[in-house]
């Protein structure tokens, strides 16, 4: 059992949390244009090969009316309240980790730990054809390396007001891995709230990594309430990306015969 640490977040403590890391830019080989783009990855290195050839692809269009109703399906959660949190320009995204073990899920019976999240804008996964301002992914793990992640899609807002309060929480802190220059900001104590989202409806599916190597048997959960995000966040999260890493949304892959099940507790 994990133990729960009382929720307590304020602006001054995230405010004095800030504490900027040693700057080192990475590098990698694809990216979300051009001859290293998508349509090429599976092209760029024999390891990358699934990206082309796999049948088990992300992310997918979940079309609503060929989803199959399974009212069994379980998504067991526990994690700790706050942690430390550092946030990081991974290069082709902005990634969030928690220090140390901060707890995980249970997915048929196997127990996935938390890795890192980080957020795709466009969205990657559509529904009934339509995509969303921002994707968020909620990386896990098992001990035997299999992956699962949770997805949560958002919509910009009908007004600038209508923000994400997640992403407000970090707004000094993407702020400064703009404009420093630099991988990482300590965020310092910092709320779980994404990982506490209350699944109600969900979609599930097996599928892939959606960046190379693409590698398959992802168990993707995602999130059937869709949330709001202002523009002004997407901005923001956009800003510390190169240009060919801003718009960083795989395009839709084929479901090849896959179904894609819903849980739905009104239902």
Not at 63 to 75: A, E, G, P, R
Not at 172 to 178: C, H, N, R, V
Not at 215 to 231: A, D, H, M, N, P
Request: glycine share 6%.
């Amino acid at each position: 059992m994990i133990s729960k640490i009382p929720f307590f977040v304020s602006a001054i403590s995230l405010f004095l949390g800030l504490a900027l890391a040693v700057d080192h830019k990475g590098s990698v080989d694809f990216s979300y244009s051009g001859a290293t783009g998508p349509s090429n990855w599976g092209t760029l290195k024999p390891e990358y090969a699934l990206c082309s050839l796999g049948l088990k692809q992300s992310p997918v269009n979940i079309i609503q009316n060929n989803t199959v109703l399974n009212q069994n399906l379980k998504l067991s959660k526990q994690y700790d309240t706050v942690a430390n949190a550092t946030l990081i320009n991974s290069v082709i995204h902005i990634e969030l980790k928690y220090d140390g073990h901060i707890g995980g899920m249970e997915i048929n019976g196997k127990i996935y730990n938390f890795e890192e999240m980080h957020w795709h804008s466009p969205s990657e996964h559509l529904i009934d054809g339509q995509r969303f301002a921002a994707e968020l992914h909620l990386v896990h793990r098992a001990k035997d390396y299999s992956a699962a992640v949770n997805a949560i899609l958002y919509e910009f807002g009908n007004s600038p007001t209508e923000v994400d309060p997640f992403l407000a929480e970090l707004g000094d802190a993407l702020e400064m891995l703009s404009e420093n220059n630099v991988t990482k900001v300590h965020v310092g104590i910092l709320n779980t709230e994404p990982l506490m989202q209350n699944y109600r409806k969900f979609y599930r599916y097996v599928g892939s990594f959606t960046t190379p190597p693409c590698k398959e048997g992802v168990i993707w959960t995602i999130l059937g309430k869709v949330k709001t995000i202002s523009q002004e966040q997407v901005t923001a999260l956009k800003a510390p990306l190169e240009p060919e890493y801003k718009d960083n949304a795989r395009p839709e892959q084929p479901l090849n015969c896959r179904k894609i099940e819903l849980y739905d507790e009104l239902k």
